[in-house]
């Protein structure tokens, strides 16, 4: 449990004169001397020790349960993870503000968008057709890419669903999700992340402890406050080509540097590069992969060739890029991550 102490060190700075107190603190095998934190702060070091958590560097019989009962529950939630305890998508099962469901979602929301981030590409899929959708997904998906399908594409969640269970590796969420009862259908279709092209109150507080990560659309420097208010932790920036392009991703990073924005709209291959060094978490393209010729020529081949390229892109672009998913509990914001 060393690595998970030091990365008490990494997560926070801890005053020496709490050393005194660690023999009323959650203790491991190896206990480290400053080990009394609040717990937001415990919870920042377990987002920091979660990866190699996962790749199972300690066992379960690792994690004592603490002394103090107040801080109980870090050693539950470490115990969970540990066993692999993973939940389906879907919103917290309790209502409460338990803190064992709160970090439990979160981790896989954070999981979520480093793999949008890592992508750097979300192509967005729109069809008339749902056997052409599905097949269409497939080829973006053997190119490399995030996918996105639109809940407006005819039986949407079928083919989430059955792209989820092909591709169980890949990162799919929906698309144009507009009510409970569209995030709803996504969620259980398997859809890991939703994306909106507006800022809807309800949704955004719906998912603020929800597994899948939700990410509202706006377009003007007041709406981004507000979703902010509201608990989005990532924002999709929609119109981008409306309202200034790549140069207003440039002026919104410098005044939000640590903000996760998600352009889309009228993102073309070209400038994906541009837009990704100018400080993007990803882009998401549409027609630039599901060129509308080659959906109605069935053309998989061509969409795959673009993804392949898109995906490259997002590989080998030199990042502006350094925002991480921000930590929400019970309304409030604290960072979590580096």
């Known amino acids: 449990m060393d690595f998970y102490n030091s990365a008490l060190g990494v997560s926070t700075q801890a005053s020496s004169s709490l050393s005194s107190a660690a023999k009323h603190s ?43 009962p ?14 692999g305890d993973v939940r389906n998508h879907g919103s ?29 590409i979300v192509a967005c899929l729109r069809s008339d057709n749902e056997e052409v959708a599905l097949n269409a997904g497939r080829a973006a998906l053997n190119g490399g890419v995030s996918l996105e399908v639109t809940m407006r594409t005819p039986g949407a969640a079928q083919v989430i669903s059955k792209l989820v269970e092909e591709y169980p590796s890949a990162t799919i ?24 092209p507006v800022a809807n109150k309800d949704l955004i507080e ?11 659309g706006v377009m003007s420097p007041s709406e981004i406050l507000q979703a902010r208010r509201w608990g989005a932790s990532c924002l999709k920036l929609y119109p981008v080509s409306l309202v200034g392009g790549m140069e207003f991703v440039k002026l ?3 005044l939000h540097p640590s903000m996760p924005i998600i352009p889309a709209n009228g993102i073309s291959l070209d400038v994906v590069e541009g837009y990704l060094q100018a400080g993007s978490t990803a882009v998401v393209a549409s027609d630039a992969i599901f060129n509308k010729s080659s959906l109605a ?19 080998e672009t030199t990042r502006g890029d350094t925002s991480t998913l921000k930590y929400t509990r019970g309304g409030l914001r604290g960072r979590a991550g580096t």
């Open 26 to 68: 959650c203790c491991f095998a190896h206990p480290h001397p400053n080990f009394h934190f609040s717990k937001l702060r415990q919870h920042a070091a377990l987002v920091t020790a979660l990866p190699l958590c996962r790749n199972r560097h300690f066992s379960r019989h690792s994690v004592v349960e603490s002394r103090n």
């Open 70 to 83: 107040s801080l109980g529950i870090v050693s539950a939630v470490g115990e969970r993870l540990c066993n």
């Open 92 to 120: 917290s099962t309790s209502d409460s503000n338990d803190g064992d469901d709160d970090v439990a979602a979160f981790f896989a929301r954070k999981a979520t968008f480093e793999r949008i981030q890592s992508s750097g």
């Open 173 to 196: 969420g929906a698309g144009t999700v507009l009510t409970q009862e569209d995030a709803e259908r996504a969620k259980e279709a398997g859809a890991s992340f939703l994306m909106s």
């Open 206 to 216: 719906a998912h603020c402890r929800s597994e899948v990560l939700f990410v509202p």
């Open 252 to 254: 919104l990073k410098r």
């Open 297 to 315: 020529r069935h053309d998989y081949a061509v969409i795959s060739q673009q993804s392949k390229i898109a995906a490259a892109m997002g590989s």
